[in-house]
């Protein structure tokens, strides 16, 4: 064992121990300031907007925390990122086809979302995709180009039929996809009640399967999708009817956050085969639509971990071009338009949120402990004392071990009656700092034992954050899913304190134990001791798909407080906040919930009334506790971190 040179620390050990170029895309980056900042155009010339800055603002318009931050530059730079590299690579490869991408609202269903992609892909002809009644009401709302896509996955029923005929209608590109078989005899018939022939898709199950933490949504077992006999049966079907001009495009999907390329690779393969032979069938398909799928690399290793991708979009947008071409111009069939409904990696970077610090618990020991000899100690506190006084680098090992022992055979003495309290009280602190010295002595120390990893994993603290794990981060406790989770400032400091994180929900796993790291994800994250009379606020980044709309009202804790950030070059501060969406208050999730804010007022001034009749409490004081309950209901449901 080795112990490192010690060096001043440094902006690029900051960004390297949070791994911020990585999974950030180019879009965060550190300013000399040591401060966190959004690089909206990922031109590092360019404008830089200081997250602390957005929070000072955001302070001034009285909104607490937690808070999303919501960059729609960053939205918009995705979309085009996406189109313009599909349209390059169509352009390198001499593919055909043309491009026709949509986005899939489930990822985020949120209006100011939505209308950002359709108005930032408006010239690329970036469609919608819709999978329930909701969605769909959405999207024929908002998708109004009738060059672009609007495909309709999911199951459906009358009314959703009824409600993609009504897009037919309006001259939409409405196309239906089946997704079992019983769905096709329904549009048959629908489109003959109501005089309507809607463009229909078929969804293949692949007998390839994914791979990463959603990968039993494929295979031959999927939840979606007909088989081969089944689109065999429907082509034929289609035919008995002379509907089969009615059948445009060609769908499968391969799961969500795939980490391998060559997975994406298989699936392609097979859906291309699928694809010619439904041509060779008479099948006049037009569009080839791949699904979804791409992920992105949360964690910043860039591998095939579930949390990572060993491969850039643009690597799986030359992959979609390229195999496709080779597998239509091999058969002699012409290249359709191909679709994509890339999502995540569509929303994930554009809003993330930010989250006060506001307590710590710790089970470091208590400083100044008395480790003198004293020949009135027990035996087992005497031993104890002993341990710490000769601690070095040279035994830590042994010491650790014996130390474990004698804390064991302390707590047996107790309860057998033989130690008291505060003996038992003595020996737990100086365990404590025994192993807390064990972990400073092995600071700058590579290939350290196990047992001082796991003593890094027991003795970190908890810092305790302004949030709802359940609200903002479901897939943190659902899927053990890892985000990136970085300080928005101090960043030219050193940081001291290896830490994990709790929520303030009433739930024991309301809590972050899982971090990126270097190498493999941590079981702590390294911050700074919390400065004195200064908020200390960290960013957990990468919540824009999902998160922001997968979320509980667990403990009743609503939805967050929100600022929708614009980039302007011309500002001082390189930025505006175009808008504030406040988030739920106290009354708003209760009524939610069946309560009536109404009632509850006037249940409890009934209660306080009846007080100040007894004489158990003043007039006065009654007026101002039914005023303190009406105000209460209509606050922020997070702590207020500003009393």
């Not at 300013?31 to 200081?50: F, R, S, T, Y």
């Not at 579930?306 to 058969?331: F, H, Q, R, W």
């Not at 929100?562 to 980039?567: D, G, K």
Request: charged share 25%; with cysteine; hydrophobic share 35%.
């Amino acid at each position: 064992m080795t112990k490192k040179k010690l060096k001043k620390w440094s902006l690029k050990d900051s960004t390297e121990l949070y791994q911020i170029s990585k999974w950030g895309e180019g879009y965060f980056g550190l300013n000399a300031e040591g401060d966190l900042c959004v690089i909206p155009q990922k031109n590092i010339e360019g404008p830089k907007i200081n997250i602390r800055e957005v929070i000072e603002e955001a302070k001034k318009e009285n909104l607490g925390f937690p808070l999303v931050m919501r960059f729609h530059d960053i939205l918009r730079d995705r979309i085009r990122d996406l189109n313009q590299s599909f349209l390059n690579i169509i352009k390198e490869a001499e593919y055909k086809g043309d491009y026709y991408g949509v986005y899939p609202i489930k990822v985020n269903q949120l209006r100011e979302v939505v209308e950002e992609i359709v108005e930032a892909g408006s010239d690329y002809n970036y469609g919608l995709e819709a999978g329930s009644k909701p969605e769909l009401m959405a999207v024929l709302a908002y998708n109004t180009n009738p060059t672009a896509l609007t495909i309709l996955n999911g199951y459906k029923d009358y009314q959703y039929m009824k409600l993609a005929m009504l897009g037919t209608k309006l001259g939409r590109k409405m196309i239906i996809v089946i997704e079992k078989f019983s769905e096709l005899q329904q549009v048959l018939e629908i489109s003959e009640d109501l005089d309507v022939e809607p463009m229909i898709g078929v969804r293949a199950k692949l007998s390839s399967k994914a791979s990463g933490k959603w990968a039993e949504s494929s295979g031959d077992f999927a939840k979606f999708g007909l088989s081969i006999p089944q689109i065999v049966q429907m082509v034929e079907v289609l035919k008995k009817h002379n509907k089969l001009h009615m059948l445009k495009l060609f769908h499968f999907h391969v799961g969500s956050q795939i980490p391998d390329i060559r997975t994406l690779k298989e699936c392609l393969i097979e859906g291309a085969h699928i694809f010619v032979h439904l041509k060779k069938l008479g099948a006049p398909i037009e569009y080839f639509d791949a699904g979804g799928g791409v992920g992105i690399s949360y964690d910043g290793s860039l591998s095939s971990e579930g949390s990572s991708t060993n491969y850039t979009l643009k690597e799986y947008i030359a992959d979609v071009v390229y195999n496709l071409k080779e597998i239509c111009d091999i058969n002699n069939v012409d290249h359709p338009n191909i679709v994509t409904e890339t999502g995540r990696a569509m929303a994930a970077h554009h809003s993330f949120v930010v989250t006060n610090v506001f307590g710590e618990i710790s089970l470091q020991a208590q400083d100044n402990l008395d480790i003198a000899e004293n020949p009135k100690d027990h035996r087992i506190l005497k031993n104890m004392k002993a341990l710490l006084r000769d601690l070095d680098f040279g035994n830590y090992y042994d010491t650790y071990h014996d130390a474990s022992l004698f804390k064991a055979e302390s707590t047996s003495a107790f309860k057998l009656g033989v130690l008291d309290l505060l003996e038992r009280s003595q020996i737990e602190n100086i365990y404590w700092a025994i192993c807390q010295k064990i972990i400073n002595l092995t600071l700058n120390t590579d290939n350290v034992p196990d047992v001082v990893k796991s003593l890094k994993k027991e003795l970190a603290s908890k810092y305790l954050c302004n949030f709802s794990l359940f609200q903002s981060l479901p897939d943190s406790w659902a899927i053990d899913q890892v985000f990136p989770i970085v300080p928005i400032s101090h960043h030219n400091q050193k940081p001291d304190i290896h830490c994990t994180l709790a929520d303030i929900t009433c739930d024991s796993d309301g809590k972050v134990t899982h971090f990126i790291g270097k190498d493999q994800d941590e079981s702590s994250l390294l911050l700074h001791s919390r400065p004195l009379n200064q908020d200390y606020y960290l960013g957990i980044f990468l919540t824009g798909a999902y998160q922001d709309v997968m979320g509980d009202m667990h403990n009743l804790f609503g939805r967050l407080n929100e600022v929708h950030v614009y980039c302007d070059d011309e500002d001082p501060n390189d930025f505006y906040i175009e808008e504030i969406i406040r988030g739920h208050s106290a009354g708003e999730v209760l009524e939610i919930m069946q309560y009536d804010k109404t009632e509850m007022n006037r249940l409890i001034k009934q209660q306080v009334d009846k007080k100040i009749k007894s004489g158990d409490i003043k007039p006065r004081i009654g007026v101002k506790l039914t005023d303190f309950y009406e105000e209460s209901l209509n606050s922020y449901t997070y702590l207020d971190s500003k009393r």
